[in-house]
């Protein structure tokens, strides 16, 4: 394939997953560019970020295979960004099948698979889980490890 590619994303708290996709993106065409969700669109779909919009912009950015980031303010910014940036692919996570078939009247419409294992929201729920353990718990566990490396040490 050849043209512009055009993907978009929230981005937080970047992972290989990311990555993975990235790649494939930049490999799919002649420049990729990807549009990170502001703050405030993602507050507006009741999703709440770890890290802030600038930063994560940065992080996206600073990828060799991103050739430009855009920001992502409202779900119906996609149509007038693939045309402005002259788009040939939209490509977007298997997730989202179904959701921006619209958008093949202006161009190619893929959903690519995502990394096996690896998702934010797996992270985050991870994080909750972990940051809902008492110090109490915390400390007790740790005292279990330092006696378990005590005895096999």
Known sequence: MSGTVITYGTFDMFHIGHLNLLRRLAEMGSRLIVAVSTDEFNAGKGKRTLIPFEQR?????????VDSVIPETCWEQKVDDVQRYDVHTFAIGEDWRGHFDYLSRYCEVVYLPRTDGVSTTDLKRSLNRFSSVSREDLLRAFDVLEALRKDFG
Do not use: G, H, M
């Open 57 to 65: 912009a940065e992080i996206v950015r600073s990828i060799r295979y």
